[in-house]
C-alpha cells in the first residue's frame, strides 16, 4: 500500500470514527432531553395523578 492509501484509509477511518461519535452524542443528549422533558411537563404529572 501506498503512502497516499494509508492516508486515504486513515482519513476515512477518522471521518467514520468522527460522524459516529456525533451519532452517539446526539442519542445520548435526546435522551437527556426526554429525561428532562418527563421530569417537568405538566400534563404528565395529572395523567398519574389520575390514575
Known amino acids: 500500500m501506498t503512502v497516499h492509501w494509508a492516508h ?3 482519513s476515512y477511518g477518522l471521518v467514520l470514527g468522527g460522524f459516529a461519535a456525533l451519532a452517539v452524542a446526539t442519542m445520548m443528549r435526546l435522551g437527556a432531553a426526554r429525561r428532562r422533558l418527563e421530569a417537568l411537563d405538566p400534563r404528565a ?5 389520575q390514575t
Open 45 to 49: 404529572r395529572r395523567m398519574q395523578d
Open 8 to 10: 486515504v484509509t486513515i
